[in-house]
């Protein structure tokens, strides 16, 4: 499955919707033709080719077999997650993380390592390029087998051409085609987002699936939110949706923030901000797992403004609630890993100033996928790019043509 052209993808031979079945099989449930025919209401003769054309790309396989009503018992067919590989790249201020998942967005191998993002687009892309060349090689894959890459910055991006746009902590990146970079070594689609809504992608798929309406925020070096409404992410018009850590914090002295503005809910509440309060009152933190240490160790004052981070950023996320009506809000980001405090503060705030109306429901909660949420929801992003009913009919043909 490559990059098609714009017009291409419709002009090129059709496989009788063999995508469109794939759609209904995605659930890893294993169906003999029969059963398949039942569901869709096609002819038997039309499911058969279908499944046949499925089986050839190798993105259904044969799982078991049914009960026998007599004669030869029918043959099961399911969804192959394992028919191809991709990459789901989470790029933070300070860390990258790789993994090599399947077609369902669960991990097989991945290697997270510590960067420095000022280090520009050359540098932490070509790690990039060689740490997905040493999963592959982990795994035993080859890059044909590659469908894609995702991969989520720090920062805003264009979504439909990949390039981040005037990062505040990504100098050197602002307008770098970054899909360009990877193409030099991978003929495959690359999708760059920023990192909060990938992470949104990856908590929504892996643990609240059946959520039409989720916040997922993070808080660590930065703060922002990734917006799913309707089951969709929601990007805006120009990808900055969700960039909740450039609002002004409702009385928050005015700090200067690393944006140019003053009083950001960023520069009084993330990591950072929290070490220079724990400075002032002769705590050394200097990262945000020391803080997470000091308030995971018992230190009173290091989880009391942990909570008081909580509160400002449940300042924010009281007007967040009143305007999105989220049933979900998730907190995640390193920050999250000191325990209640955070969340606790951010509760406090948020179930008191919001109307009873829009909190009735809502649940406030930690991210469960951990360190996983970046990669995993890249990783969804580029097989929900990869897997629709149009591009798997145009993979399907192109084998057949080949």
């Not at 063999?18 to 033709?33: I, V």
């Not at 993070?218 to 089951?231: E, Q």
């Not at 400075?279 to 997470?292: C, L």
């Not at 007007?319 to 209640?340: D, F, K, R, Y």
Request: glycine residues 12%.
């Amino acid at each position: 499955m490559r990059q098609e052209s714009t017009s291409s993808a419709y002009a090129a031979p059709s496989v009788s919707g063999a995508g469109e079945l794939l759609q209904l099989l995605r659930d890893e449930t294993p169906r003999t033709r029969a059963e398949l025919a039942k569901l869709t209401g096609l002819a038997r003769s039309t499911v058969g080719a279908r499944v046949d054309a499925l089986l050839a790309s190798g993105l259904l396989a044969p799982s078991g077999e049914a009960a026998s009503t007599g004669g030869r018992p029918p043959v099961r067919f399911a969804f192959n997650p394992e028919a191809r590989v991709v990459v789901g790249a989470d790029i933070g201020a300070t860390h990258g993380r790789v993994a090599l998942t399947d077609l369902s967005g669960r991990p097989i191998c991945e290697i997270g390592e510590s960067l420095d993002i000022t280090d520009g687009p050359e540098v932490v892309l070509d790690w990039l390029v060689a740490t997905t060349r040493r999963l592959l090689e982990q795994a035993g894959r080859q890059p044909r087998d590659l469908i894609g890459i995702g991969i989520g910055v720090p920062g805003p991006v264009e979504h439909s051409s990949g390039r981040p746009m005037r990062p505040p902590i990504m100098p050197g990146w602002d307008g770098y085609d970054v899909p360009g970079h990877l193409h030099r070594d991978f003929d495959v689609p690359v999708l760059v987002d920023n990192d909060v809504n990938i992470m949104a992608l990856g908590e929504h798929a892996m643990a609240h699936p059946d959520v039409e309406h989720l916040l997922f925020v993070k808080v660590a070096t930065g703060i922002g939110a990734g917006i799913i409404s309707g089951g969709r992410l929601h990007r805006g018009a120009v990808g900055a949706a969700g960039d909740l850590g450039h609002v002004a914090a409702p009385h928050a002295p005015e700090v200067l923030c690393s944006c140019g503005n003053v009083g950001c809910l960023e520069a009084v509440a993330s990591g950072p901000a929290i070490s220079k309060a724990l400075r002032e009152i002769d705590i050394i933190a200097e990262s945000n797992s020391d803080i997470v240490d000091l308030v995971r160790g018992g230190n009173i004052p290091a989880a009391l403004a942990v909570r008081q981070a909580g509160r400002t950023i449940g300042e924010v996320l009281a007007t967040c609630v009143s305007l999105l009506n989220p049933s979900v809000i998730v907190i995640g980001g390193s920050l999250v890993q000191a325990g209640e405090s955070l969340i606790a503060g951010v509760r406090e705030v948020v179930y008191g100033r919001s109307l009873p109306l829009a909190t009735g429901v809502l649940q406030i909660v930690p991210a469960t996928t951990g360190v996983q949420a970046g990669v995993i929801g890249a990783a969804t992003m580029v097989i929900q790019h990869a897997l629709t009913a149009d591009r798997v009919d145009l993979a399907i043909a192109r084998l057949s043509a080949s």
